[in-house]
């Protein structure tokens, strides 16, 4: 199993992110899938949440109205769209298939 994520960087507060998962060696097509993150000395925050089919999506509070969970099961990838992001430290944002993560792709709001 293996779970890349890719597209964060450094964004003015108000820009915009796309990240993305490319997931391998499992059948994608057939689960639920997260996304999570966490700053430095902080604990993991659950971000959303999208089911098998891409129908059925839940958010934190946090991001609701924001931030846009996808997936496209043709191209085993996991997406997640960031606007209007607001000015905090660093994060890692993670996908998740159940415990397991991948490397995580660094987020940096700041001006």
């Known amino acids: 199993v293996q779970l890349v994520e890719s597209g964060g960087g450094l964004v003015q507060p108000g820009g915009s992110l796309r990240l993305s998962c490319a997931a391998s060696?499992?059948?994608?097509?057939?689960?639920?899938m997260n996304w999570v993150r966490q700053a430095p000395g902080k604990g993991r925050e659950w971000v959303s949440r999208i089911d098998k089919g891409g129908g059925d999506t839940m958010y934190a509070d946090s991001v609701k109205g924001r931030f846009t969970i996808s997936r496209d099961n043709a191209k085993n990838t996991l997406y997640l769209q960031m606007n209007s992001l607001k000015p905090v430290k660093t994060a890692v944002y993670y996908c998740?298939?159940?415990?397991?993560r991948g490397q995580g792709t660094q987020v940096t709001v700041s001006s």
């Open positions: 998740m298939w159940g415990d397991i």
């Open positions: 060696g499992f059948d994608f097509s057939r689960y639920f």
